[in-house]
């Protein structure tokens, strides 16, 4: 059956050669022979990725709610007009306001300019100035409710709690792409260098076939010889085959994440490939842990303090509201219709009290947000356990991944030690033919072994510097600093 599959393999592989190569050239944009690196394909990606991209919009868009919440403290400049066109009285008035809220209280300072000319009714007295009209400024300052927090301050509080989240999630969403960066360029070279072993393997096989075909011409082996060695070869090339096949997937994989200047994904050319496992050993973990360090926990922290801002702004409604405010004001040039009672400079004051009797919506605000803390310091908790155990066993697995390297690494040496030797024999006569494939397979087989080994340690490395947020060993400082 084996022997069936590698022929279809090998057939399909001589009937669509060019149309794979072209499949495998047209997006390559590879300018370079030399052997692709972890830390290119890194910084390729941390420059490129489209969720990356996706994640900063998202934080220029947090960026951008922030300073829609400082709108709540711009100044505000207003003109009204008002003239009376029928009826007794024939007053006009015009009156320019400016006013600009406090940052440190829910008061807010104005200045006003007001003039007027005809004649008002006696319930408008006010409106009448003097001829060059009126000029006022005045404040209002919170005493009590309001004083510390107000609902535009909360607003401005949480929508920078919101860029730090947004801030955090970006670099959440960075940690994990280029952590499939690391292990999409990990399965390519380990794809690349068992179809490595296997074309070794196969020439093996072809390099002994003149020789069985000289000895069975000459009568010292049967003819079957011939027709095990040919199966044996098809055999062979169904691997190679297979494993090209899985190689070229892992490049197409790969090329999510290295990608051009212009972000155009590129098919790494097989030229490329790194000559040894060396290049699976790419990552550098950090043995320094910060817990606050990891994205999903500093959100954590974030929503608990926005949850913070919300009980105090609670707190505030609870409060009974006591403004003071003041102001002077002063008509200026001669005096108008209504009497120079205007023009001495005049000062006002005055407080204002109000509260709700039952206040029951700041008390239910307040339950219902101190419930909120509750929740979110117990999920905090439970992520700060769920993260040291995921790390701690993580880390045993990166230990275990080596213990298993070694042992691996020894089984290859043995296996390739009879293979040789059992070459030997059997070009001496002293061997049969089943056997020396039989070894020559069990050492290609050892070294397949030693590879996904080794693939294995890489990618628990990588998964440990995704878990402890190590950006530097996943190539994210080096991006920062040179931007």
Known sequence: MRIVIGLTWLLAADLFPA???????????????????????????????????????????????????????????????????????DGSEIAGKAEQPLSGNGGYLYGQYRASRGDFPVYEDKSYTNRLGELKVGALYSLMRDRLIDARRSEFRLAANDIDIARFETKATSIGVQARAVDAYQKWVAAGLKLKAYEALLGLARGRTNGIERQVQLGAKPDILLTENEANLVRRQAFVVEARQDFRAAAVKL?????????????????????????????????????????????MLEEIDKATVKLALARNDLLPRIDFGGEVAKDIGPTGIGGRSRTPLEMIVGVTFKIPLQNRKAKGKLAETQAKIDELTVKQQFLAEKIRAEVAAIGLEVETAGQLVATTERERVLAQRLAVAERRRFELGSSDFFLVNQREESATNAEVKLIEAQARIAAAKAELAAATADEDALGLTQVAESE
Do not use: C
């Open 255 to 299: 090329s999510l994440y290295y990608r051009g200047a212009d972000g155009t994904p590129i098919i790494v050319d097989e030229a490329r490939l790194p000559t040894d496992a060396t290049a699976l050993d790419g990552i550098r973990t950090d043995p320094a842990f910060n817990l606050e360090g990891r994205p999903d926990f500093a959100i």
């Open 19 to 89: 149309a794979q190569a072209q499949d495998m050239r047209a997006p390559s944009a590879n300018a370079s022979a030399a052997p692709l690196t972890l830390q290119e394909v890194l910084q390729s990606s941390a420059r490129s990725a489209p969720d990356i991209i996706a994640a900063l919009a998202r934080n220029r868009q947090a960026e951008a709610r922030a300073l829609t919440a400082q709108g709540a403290f711009d100044t505000v400049f207003a003109v009204e007009g008002r003239s009376r066109v029928l009826g007794y009285y």
